[in-house]
């Protein structure tokens, strides 16, 4: 099993420098991969609550943001030289599937294929509404792009027609470089999201899961696997614990059928993060 780390970076407390060490750190103690989650603007009123924490606020200091994560991975990758890059999640239904599209594959050809690129559906209707995009909807577009990302990024010439996009007799160029193409890591715990992973994805991703939680999703997963005629063999299990991860519990992950484990970073203070780096070293030993 690998082990990763995830930080959603924010301003002002990670500048250029901090996150440009922290990359080349996280690569050195032996860390898979570095993935980051994304939200383009923030509200502070929300008819859903976040669901990635206990009091259904997203975790952003006081005049802070959320780094982009196509532009930092880009930064990044520039920085590392074998640490792996995953989004956790891209918000897809809130974006232009073309220009999204065009972004990964230059992301995966500059990285020399070190993307993974995450996915679901999303959780706030204000910033859906606000990039211009029917929330209801968003099911169902997300299908279509995914359909869309793949013929983009394995056919000479691209063309789709669905209900939602229309994508005429095109090229997009460069291809990625992992073959077939981008692993396509699908989030989100509904049975939509479910059938979402097993039908267009490449592994499935769930975010604060901890070993009971983890074992009862892997029998729904392996279900909806069933139905389109897979089984977990070549399709990832990724999960993101909750904070506290001892060397047991990765062993426990293991013995799960965990592919990647993707722990926390937690404070993004300069001080906290060393002394959090020498705690992940440990579990990367205790995952070889």
């Known amino acids: 099993m690998k082990i990763g780390i995830f930080s959603t970076f924010m301003s002002p407390i990670c500048t250029p420098e901090m996150i440009g060490n922290f990359a080349r750190d996280a690569e050195n103690i032996g860390l898979d991969s570095l993935w980051m989650g994304e939200h383009v603007v923030l509200f502070d009123k929300t008819e859903f609550p976040y669901p990635g924490s206990q009091d259904g606020k997203l975790p952003v200091p006081v005049g802070g943001g959320m780094l982009d994560t196509v532009a930092t991975f880009g930064y990044l990758a520039a920085c590392t030289k074998?640490?792996?890059?995953?989004?956790?999640?891209?918000?897809?239904?809130?974006?232009?599937?073309?220009?999204?599209?065009?972004?990964?594959?230059?992301?995966?050809?500059?990285?020399?294929?070190?993307?993974?690129?995450?996915?679901?559906?999303?959780?706030?209707?204000?910033?859906?509404?606000?990039?211009?995009y029917d929330f209801d909807t968003r099911g169902k577009r997300c299908d279509e792009m995914l359909q869309m990302f793949k013929l983009l990024w394995t056919e000479p010439v691209a063309e789709f027609h669905g209900e939602y996009y229309d994508l005429p007799a095109c090229r997009m160029d460069p291809k990625p470089v992992q073959k077939p193409h981008i692993p396509i890591i699908v989030g989100g715990h509904s049975k939509a999201g479910f059938r979402r992973a097993a039908k267009f994805g490449?592994?499935?991703?769930?975010?604060?899961?901890?070993?009971?939680?983890?074992?009862?999703?892997?029998?729904?997963?392996?279900?909806?696997?069933?139905?389109?005629?897979?089984?977990?063999?070549?399709?990832q299990l990724v999960i993101t614990p909750p904070y506290g991860v001892s060397a047991d519990m990765v062993k426990g992950y293991e013995d799960l059928g965990v592919d990647r484990l993707i722990v926390h970073l937690g404070s993004q203070k300069p001080e906290r993060v060393a002394a959090r780096l020498a705690e992940l070293e440990t579990l990367v030993a205790a995952a070889a």
């Not at 769930?206 to 139905?227: P, S």
């Open 82 to 132: 074998t640490l792996r890059f995953g989004t956790g999640i891209t918000l897809l239904p809130q974006r232009n599937p073309i220009y999204t599209a065009k972004e990964f594959t230059t992301l995966d050809w500059l990285t020399q294929g070190r993307i993974d690129f995450g996915i679901g559906v999303g959780w706030c209707k204000e910033e859906v509404i606000t990039c211009g």
């Open 202 to 235: 490449s592994g499935w991703y769930g975010f604060q899961m901890d070993l009971e939680a983890t074992a009862q999703v892997i029998v729904t997963l392996d279900d909806a696997l069933a139905k389109e005629g897979r089984t977990r063999e070549n399709f």
